[in-house]
């Protein structure tokens, strides 16, 4: 099985004939398609698949939550406990399932995403896994904004989701290449189109549309040792760390991305490289209410630049496998953490002499509070590694 289309939906998941139409068009019958249940997942659901498998001759599967009640619970019973019903993370299930079958690559695609019909969508993902020598995307304050070349419909600066606040100005625009050699890519994040992945006090200010994507490249590398964020949707990771791929629930709705710093962390320990752009998706957004998700994302926006903090001050060389380079990140992120907390001495709160003001107790409030927040992600994490261990599923 070279590759996985895995998603998770709570509507019937009528975007997936375009997805079997281009697999025909661009003959990718190495590619086969997983969806994961959920139990708001219409009961037609099954059926549907089963029709699409018929009349375009791709092997789908349909997990729904029968299912998984039997096959998890007799297999990985302590990992199927942390997955709630209700809930994306539930996406994650599909690459323990794909653990036995080894796909090369597994693209995660969400259920309002449609792609498009003129680009081999596969073929474009397969950058994942491929060593290449080109140019990489540079900035000296090593965050460059990828989405710098996304075309939006008035003239305003635009962010992915998660960018770090501190680095959110004109900076982060100034970017350059620098060339490389044989860098394998171990992600590839494809760009939205019409309503992209952005933060929900973005959306707050104003309602941006991207129609087109300024760049003559199919894909923009990170060059070594930089970083962007990257969701969890029209995006390929490489087999090689199917399972390691994780969401902690206790960083809630922005999991994936502190995820993805991971993922360019470990990059660059590997000496491997991140890639955007190409195949370009369009996102028809499924209902969100802007003020809920800007308060689901508040404690996460807030915690982001000390998070990063706690990742650039970890140096070592890589390990033997990408598990052992993961679980080490953790356990060094843990360490940092707990000295970065013996630092914070709260003598005790003083009323600022204006109640719009902040003093210092207040901010050293605030950064305990940030470094609990990312150390529960962390001891997530660990725990996921400790599991995946102990059930054989990493490769």
């Known amino acids: 099985m070279k590759n996985v289309i895995l998603t998770t939906t709570i509507n019937l998941p009528l975007f997936l004939e375009d997805i079997c139409k281009n ?7 190495d590619t086969s398609i997983l969806v994961i249940g959920d139990k708001k997942t219409p009961i037609q659901t099954n059926s549907f698949c089963k029709k699409l498998n018929n009349k375009y001759k791709i092997k789908i599967e349909y997990l729904d939550t029968n299912f998984q009640d039997k096959f998890f619970k007799k297999n990985y019973s302590t990992i199927y406990d942390l997955f709630p019903f209700n809930d994306a993370i539930r996406r994650i299930l599909g690459l323990v399932y794909l653990h036995k079958f080894k796909p090369e690559r597994v693209i995660f695609i969400d259920d309002d995403n449609y792609i498009d019909k003129n680009t081999d969508f596969i073929k474009e993902h397969s950058v994942v896994n491929k060593v290449v020598s080109s140019r990489g995307l540079y900035n000296k304050n090593l965050w460059p904004n990828v989405y710098s070349y996304l075309a939006t419909d008035v003239p305003l600066p635009v962010f992915p989701r998660g960018f770090p606040w501190n680095f959110r100005n004109l900076k982060s625009f100034e970017n350059s290449f620098k060339s490389f050699k044989n860098k ?3 992600a590839n994040c494809g760009f939205i189109l019409e309503d ?3 933060d929900a006090v973005s959306r707050l200010f104003w309602k941006i549309r991207i129609k087109k994507i300024n760049t003559s490249t199919k894909h923009i590398y990170l060059a070594p040792n930089m970083y962007c964020p990257f969701n969890d949707q029209n995006t390929c990771i ?3 760390i199917l399972t390691l791929y994780f969401k902690p629930l206790s ?3 922005n999991s994936d991305i502190w995820t993805s710093y991971l993922i360019n962390k470990v990059a660059s320990i590997h000496s491997d490289i991140i890639s955007y752009g190409s195949p370009y998706a369009k996102q028809y957004r ?10 689901l994302e508040k404690m996460h926006n807030i915690s982001t630049d ?3 903090k706690v990742l650039n001050s970890i140096n070592f060389k890589k390990n033997e496998s990408y598990y052992e380079t993961f679980l080490n990140l953790c356990k060094l992120a843990l360490e940092k953490i707990t ?3 013996k630092e914070i001495t709260i003598t005790g709160r003083t009323n600022p002499r204006h109640y719009q003001s902040i003093n210092e107790n207040e901010l050293k409030i605030r950064k305990n509070e940030c470094l609990i927040y990312i150390k529960n992600y962390f001891i997530e994490y660990k725990k996921w590694l400790v599991l995946l261990k102990k059930f054989n599923l990493v490769n």
Do not use: Q, T
């Not at 697999?23 to 019958?29: D, T």
């Open 23 to 29: 697999l025909n068009k661009f003959k990718n019958n």
């Open 184 to 186: 394998k890519v171990l």
């Open 196 to 198: 992209p992945d952005i």
């Open 238 to 240: 490489s087999g090689e």
């Open 251 to 253: 960083a809630g709705r």
């Open 286 to 295: 499924n209902i969100h209410d802007n003020w809920k998700d800007y308060e």
């Open 306 to 308: 000390y998070f990063i």
């Open 339 to 341: 000295l970065m907390n």
